[in-house]
């Protein structure tokens, strides 16, 4: 009878979470996200570390907390060894480490693009894990990648951006736009009234199954910038259509590659995870593709889609059952493959 409770870290980016899991179920998942980038219109590293420092004991303190444990009940500390923000990364890998060496047990080290995808393993009813082998496609902020999953810890990557992410296309369109940051939520809601069709705009030649964001925002910008020429209202005029426009060509652009990597593998499970997989026009093109194309798609519970230590607990506790654990001498690693 085993009774595993792992406790996971996460800081690569902006948000410092903490997560106590017990058998592969969730008992908390703490995140002190950082509204201190808002004002930058995006994330700046160096205030990321000091924000991480800052919330990282608390955090933690919270998360065991929550769990109804004591830290003497953890069986080993899970932490993100990367990829991200060098500055971020330390903050949460010497914590680990010393806690896990406080507490005299096992320390383990953990790729946050392989957790984005085990996040799916997390114990939750009414969600449905995907059978091996299958598709995972990882949409965020910081990443766009497609991966083959044939086991828990045998990914291969076959296809990712090969510039910006495709959070950061809704977000840097966004911007040309003059919404908020992050945008990808307001287009999102903007969308739903605008029409998709009226504006189109072009869609990269990228080879294989690798993507480009950069030329649609570029695209956008110089298309703005002449419309606005001759109607300084353009913008404020027609916002909702340009919003569905924009969202219309980024879910056409996942859309086609998937339909290519599903061809190509012969794989037709398609597991999404990342904060743009909130968007509910990918959503409605994922389930409508099950009819169209055959695939099955699946996609967890939104806490565990965005940044967030469940998916590093998790990712933990599979590696524990593995007896798979790090040295202290381990190192963050900033630019951490699959
Ligand atoms: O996973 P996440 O919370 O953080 C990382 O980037 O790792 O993802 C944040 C990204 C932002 O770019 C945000 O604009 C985008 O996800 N996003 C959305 C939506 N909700 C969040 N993009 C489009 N539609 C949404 N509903
Ligand atoms: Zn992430």
Same mark, same amino acid.
């Given at each position: ?13 902006? =948000?410092?979470?903490?997560?106590? %899991? ?21 994330? /700046?590293? &160096? ?28 069986? *080993?500390?899970?932490? #993100? ?23 005299? %047990? ?8 392989? *957790? ?11 969600? &449905? +894990? ?15 990648? !497609?991966?083959?999953?044939? =086991? ?7 296809? &990712? ?36 069709? *009226? ?50 060509? !980024?879910?056409? %652009?996942?859309? =086609?590659?998937?339909? +290519?990597?599903? +061809?190509?593998?012969? %794989? ?7 904060? /743009?997989?909130?968007?509910?026009? !990918?959503?409605? *093109? ?5 009819? +169209? ?5 699946? !996609?967890?519970?939104?806490?565990? #889609? ?17 007896? =798979? ?14």
């Amino acid at each position: 009878e085993q009774n595993i409770f792992i406790l996971g870290i996460e800081s690569s980016c902006d =948000d410092t979470s903490a997560s106590v %899991i017990h058998n592969g179920r969730v008992l908390s998942n703490v995140v002190a996200s950082q509204k201190i980038h808002e004002e930058y219109g995006g994330v /700046v590293p &160096e205030l990321a570390s000091r924000a991480h420092q800052q919330n990282i004991v608390p955090v933690v303190h919270q998360a065991i907390k929550k769990a109804g444990i004591t830290k003497g009940q953890l069986n *080993a500390v899970a932490f #993100t060894r990367g990829p991200g923000l060098m500055g971020s990364l330390l903050v949460g890998t010497s914590f680990a480490k010393s806690l896990a060496y406080g507490l005299n %047990i096992p320390l383990i080290d953990v790729n946050h693009m392989q *957790a984005h995808i085990l996040a799916h393993f997390i114990e939750e009813d009414g969600f &449905e +894990k995907p059978p091996f082998p299958f598709l995972a496609m990882t949409i965020s902020g910081g990443h766009t990648q !497609i991966v083959r999953v044939d =086991d828990y810890f045998e990914m291969t990557v076959i296809g &990712e951006t090969i510039d910006d992410a495709v959070g950061e296309a809704f977000d840097k369109s966004g911007k040309i736009l003059g919404l908020g940051y992050p945008a990808g939520p307001e287009i999102d809601k903007r969308s739903k009234l605008g029409n998709p069709k *009226a504006f189109p705009f072009p869609k990269p030649k990228v080879g294989e199954l690798n993507f480009s964001f950069s030329g649609l925002k570029t695209a956008i910008l110089y298309f703005i910038q002449k419309e606005e020429k001759a109607n300084p209202n353009f913008v404020a005029e027609n916002l909702n259509d340009i919003c569905a426009s924009i969202q219309y060509t !980024i879910i056409g %652009i996942l859309i =086609d590659k998937l339909k +290519k990597a599903t +061809k190509e593998t012969g %794989i037709k499970h398609i597991a999404i995870g990342g904060g /743009v997989s909130a968007n509910s026009g !990918i959503r409605k *093109a994922l389930k409508d593709g099950e009819q +169209k194309f055959g695939w099955t798609t699946y !996609i967890p519970k939104f806490e565990y #889609t965005t940044d967030n230590a469940g998916m590093i607990a998790i990712v933990g506790y599979l590696k524990y059952l593995e007896g =798979d654990f790090a040295e202290q001498d381990v190192m963050a690693s900033a630019r951490l493959k699959i």
